[in-house]
């Protein structure tokens, strides 16, 4: 136990001179913890997009909430059926009721052009027809100023997350889409999730308007329990007169943020590795550095009898200090900048755009401070090796 | 092959026999030293002459355990140091050799007291313990009262005694010191060697000492001269 305190003391000793003589060759160490810092900034900044939109989708969904569409449909956009069908899936067993009968709503879906806020050119927006059941199944949607749509008119609610998104989406103004205009009367929030990208109307109003008849794109039931959703599953896809598929809704927006995600996170790792080899460069470059100015030290040390081991493991502690302080750095002016950041995305399922907050959780910064690390460790091996193995005889006259 | 110059065998604490030390820089073979053979006894404090480039210092690092042979053995207290192992022979100078350096190699960033420490890391004594004995090691060589002093504090006269405080604070066997006065002014010069004497005459100290100073070459008990790799004369003082 003892022996282990004295290799550890060895080490600390030989640590403690690195590190106080940093300062020394700060020109290069600086560098180097900005390399590094640079690296964890771009790391945690991009996947910070990621985790924000896989944020937003996860929270829309609920697990008490069934989504049926046409079966063979991945998306609402591809999905369509008539309004008998609506009569029939809220016939099903399971699902939750209120004052107004069963909570269920029929659902349509229409894309439409709006300017960015932020640059102007035009991007897709959702209009989303509802009925008034819809607040009862989505109950995390509430009006945060104004009113709900009146049934029967041309009035809009909009989202939190698309007025801050595009232009001309203020209450009380008049949106022109095509045609048709429509009155902006409210604004709501959806607990941050994907509806507060959307704008929302009278079904019926939006049927007429986009001339769809009577049909309708998905069908959202709130069902008693979460575990109801077996059975109302069970008897909706066995029921011959339709041909639906039925999925939890948490389900369908994992799925559907499934690919954003994947791309912005085999981005964010690709630019932070291709930095991360520039920034190994830069800490191999201080630890050669360091271990040349230190030379004679080392070979002092060595000469009193301390082991090649202690000389390395004190080599690669600096290098991993200088990495960790890095790491640190970047880390944390990635969560100053970058955390609650709003920014807008395509949802390349619904071909709209999802508004959503950059999300830099505690799991981005630990990786970003781990991958740090890890340029630390390779940065300081072949130095720390190159230390160990210095002729003592000779470093002493260095 | 050069006659043994020493003492009687039985005595000896250093044996260094048939030696030889070759260097390769690129193509160029350097000789050293040349089937060297040396002797020195437990207690004697032995000046090892010589004009540069004779080899002085690569005999002191060969019999210090800093660097290997290329032929010959070397025996330190009946234990053939060339044959070990780097881990073990690290082990051993920590144990066995104190090393006293012509530019005193303290380590700036430390006290007087944390580098006389130093080589006591390497021991199983705890943290106090380790803190008593350079204290003790520093009152030897008149430094009590610049234990908190750092290495850019002090003279170089006293950053020598720093750096003997250091060879000697593990007890070690045998003191190699490398033109201990090399660097420092005539008066702070005769200090030193007055301490290093004192710690061969009082303390028993088996001491090696490379120099070209026959001023400090005449404090020793015997004076070994080399030239061209072999030692060639000795005077008993």
Redesign the interface.
């Known amino acids: 136990m ?2 282990w305190a ?1 290799w550890i ?2 080490v600390g ?1 030989m640590t ?2 690195g590190l ?2 940093v300062m020394e060759r700060k020109g290069s160490s600086v560098a180097t913890m900005f390399g590094i810092a640079g690296v964890v900034l771009v790391f945690v900044a991009v996947l910070s997009i990621g985790e924000g939109f896989r944020r937003t989708m996860v929270v829309s969904g609920d697990p008490g909430v069934a989504m049926v569409m046409r079966a063979g449909s991945d998306t609402e956009m591809m999905s369509i059926f008539g309004g008998r069908s609506v009569h029939w899936i809220a016939d099903a067993p399971g699902i939750a009721r209120s004052d107004q009968g069963p909570l269920v709503s029929a659902q349509l879906f229409v894309i439409i052009n709006l300017p960015k806020r932020s640059s102007g050119t035009d991007a897709n927006v959702p209009l989303r027809g509802v009925d008034a059941r819809a607040f009862g199944v989505s109950d995390a949607v509430r009006i945060v100023a104004g009113r709900r749509f009146q049934p029967g008119r041309g009035e809009v609610i909009v989202g939190v997350g698309a007025a801050r998104a595009f232009a001309g989406l203020d209450l009380g103004a008049t949106l022109h889409v095509g045609r048709h205009q429509w009155k902006i009367v409210g604004f709501f929030e959806a607990n941050g999730g994907l509806p507060e990208s959307e704008i929302w109307t009278d079904a019926v109003v939006l049927q007429g308007a986009y001339e769809r008849g009577n049909s309708y794109q998905s069908v959202l039931a709130r069902l008693q329990s979460p575990e109801a959703f077996g059975r109302f599953r069970e008897v909706l896809e066995a029921d011959p007169r339709l041909n639906v598929k039925v999925v939890r809704q948490t389900d369908y927006f994992i799925e559907q943020s499934r690919t954003v995600y994947r791309v912005v996170t085999g981005l964010g790792v690709t630019i932070a590795a291709l930095m991360a080899v520039g920034a190994v460069f830069g800490a191999l470059n201080t630890m050669y550095t360091a271990v040349s100015a230190r030379t ?2 080392i070979a ?9 081991g202690a000389v390395m493991v004190s080599v690669l502690a600096e290098s991993l200090c200088l990495a960790l302080i890095g790491g640190g750095v970047g880390g944390g002016l990635g969560y100053v900048i970058f955390d609650g950041f709003q920014a807008a995305t395509m949802n390349w399922q619904s071909f709209s755009q999802v508004a959503f907050q950059l999300d830099v959780t505690p799991g981005l910064l630990f990786g970003g401070v781990a991958g740090a690390l890890m340029i630390g460790l390779i940065g300081g091996v072949f130095p720390a090796v190159r230390a160990a193995s210095l ?3 000779m470093a ?1 006259r260095a | 092959m050069s006659a043994v110059l020493g003492t009687s065998g039985e005595r000896a604490l250093v044996c260094v026999r048939g030696v030889d030390k070759v260097f390769r820089r690129g193509d160029e073979v350097l000789r050293i030293l040349h089937g060297l053979d040396l002797e020195v006894g437990r207690g004697e404090f032995l000046a090892l002459m010589g004009p540069s480039g004779s080899g002085k210092s690569t005999l002191l690092n060969l019999i210090g355990g800093l660097d290997r042979p290329t032929r010959g053995e070397i025996m330190i207290g009946g234990e053939r140091i060339d044959r070990l192992a780097d881990r073990k022979l690290a082990e051993w100078r920590g144990r066995h050799v104190g090393l006293v350096f012509q530019f005193y190699n303290l380590l700036p960033v430390l006290s007087a007291q944390r580098n006389v420490e130093l080589p006591l890391l390497l021991t199983p004594l705890a943290r106090a313990r380790r803190r008593r004995q350079a204290a003790i090691a520093l009152s030897m060589v008149g430094l009590s009262h610049r234990v908190n002093h750092y290495p850019r504090q002090l003279s170089g006269g006293e950053q020598q005694r720093v750096g003997i405080a250091r060879a000697i604070v593990t007890d070690p066997t045998l003191l190699l010191c490398d033109e201990p006065t090399g660097d420092l002014d005539r008066k702070s010069g005769d200090e030193i060697l007055g301490l290093l004497q004192a710690l061969n005459r009082d303390h028993g100290k088996t001491i090696i000492m490379v120099t070209h100073d026959p001023h400090a070459s005449a404090r020793a008990t015997r004076v070994v001269h080399l030239d061209k790799g072999q030692l060639s004369a000795e005077a008993t003082a």
Do not use: H, I, K, Y
């Open positions: 003892r022996g004295n003391s060895q000793a403690r001179m106080s003589t004679r030290e002092t040390f060595r000469a009193l009898g301390f082991g090649g002729p003592v005889a002493l």
